[in-house]
């Protein structure tokens, strides 16, 4: 449904210089540096697919979001979405797209919400069952009617998007674009955006490609992770497949301590002690209130054996093994360890 080939886009920054002198050299200069936003990221997002986009600040998300979308012409590449290259048929790909940036509002600046919804309506020529369908699944969900009548551009950032979000989704376009969808909700809030998603999705086989810092928009959305890296995609695959690239597991446990070291902290340095002399490369920790949390390298050992240690040696009261941490994981990829674009894409089978 959105395929990415080679897309690419350099912006040339003018050099300027400093002071008013310089400003007006800067108008007449010819002198300027090229910025590649997006250096030839290739990629394919099927039909109904929630894809998460992720990567670090500046690397390309909203630039690529823009080419996707039509609002920018790719320097060198193609992409097609829903059949149609966004930035040569405009229009006709409107019809196919929803698109909110969460930097930015997509709707009219100075009606309020209702107004900007019959404008869209007329626009994208809503059948009637679809638009009383629609309006009934954000009043439920988002709450809308309690915008009222305020225009767009005295409503709070919360509110705003809400309705972006709604207005995104009003012609039930065949893909969504979400830049930053959740950028200053309240949980709630972003709750009630991630549910009409999911919703939109599984009713009407909808395709969404979201852009978001935030790992809970991430894990309660997309099944699909690209993650890009200075302009290339580095990993593609499922949550669970990029999670499972950590390099780093943890596992947290409680245990009933022996009589006579149940004063002071004794026994935890004995038994933080005990686990890093025998599990190789881990480290154990007190996190709180007797909690302790074991740190092991995930290519020496592994959850079974990490927890089949701690029941021989500890009376176990209880032990958990979370997820590893996405966070941690993407911070691993966007800062290197040999993943750098030079080492090629890590591509795990979906
Ligand atoms: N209109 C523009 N002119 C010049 N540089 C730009 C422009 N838009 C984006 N950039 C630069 O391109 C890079 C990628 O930006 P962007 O796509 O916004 O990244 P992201 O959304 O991943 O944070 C950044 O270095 C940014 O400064
Ligand atoms: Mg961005």
Redesign the pocket.
């Known amino acids: 449904m959105i395929v990415a080939e080679n897309l690419a ?1 350099e ?3 003018h050099e300027r210089k400093p002071g008013l002198l310089g400003s007006l050299s800067t108008l007449f200069s010819r002198e300027y540096r090229l ?4 250096s030839g990221v290739s990629f394919e997002i099927p039909a109904g697919v929630k894809a998460a986009y992720v ?12 080419m996707l979308t039509g609002i920018m012409s790719p320097t060198s590449g193609r992409a097609v979405v829903a059949g149609l290259e966004p930035y040569r048929e405009r229009r006709r790909n409107s019809a196919n797209i929803g698109v909110v940036f969460g930097q930015r509002s997509q709707l009219w600046w100075d009606l309020p919400v209702p107004d900007s919804f019959r404008i869209l309506r007329r626009i994208h020529e809503i059948p009637d069952a679809v638009y009383r369908r629609n309006m009934d699944l954000y009043r439920d969900l988002l709450d809308l009617g309690a915008l009222g009548n305020t225009p767009v551009r005295q409503l709070s950032l919360g509110q705003r998007m809400r309705a972006e979000v709604a207005a995104s989704l009003l012609h039930d376009p065949k893909v969504v674009f979400l ?2 969808p959740t950028i200053g909700l309240d949980l709630v809030l972003k709750e009630a955006v991630r549910e009409l998603v999911n919703r939109v999705n599984a009713e009407l086989g909808t395709t969404v490609m979201l ?1 978001s810092h935030d790992m809970g928009d991430i894990s309660a959305i997309c099944d699909q992770v690209l993650v ?1 890296n200075r ?1 290339e995609v580095v990993h593609r695959g499922t949550m669970h497949e990029l999670l499972r690239t950590a390099d780093t597991r943890a596992v947290f446990f409680e245990h009933r301590q022996q009589p006579e070291h149940q004063v002071g902290h004794g026994s935890t340095d004995r038994a933080t002690a005990l686990i890093e002399a025998h599990l190789d490369g881990a480290s154990a920790t007190l996190v709180d209130g007797g909690r302790i949390k074991v740190e092991y390298p995930a290519d020496r050992w592994s959850a079974r054996q990490v927890m089949g240690f701690l029941l021989e040696h500890f009376d176990v009261t209880d032990c958990v093994a979370p997820e590893p941490d996405l966070e941690m994981v993407l911070r691993r990829i966007y800062t290197g360890s040999g993943n750098g674009p030079s080492a090629g894409m890590r591509e795990t089978a979906a």
């Open positions: 886009k912006f040339k920054v910025v590649r936003a997006v990567g670090a600040n500046g690397a390309g998300k909203s630039t690529t979001v823009k830049d930053e852009t890009v302009g």
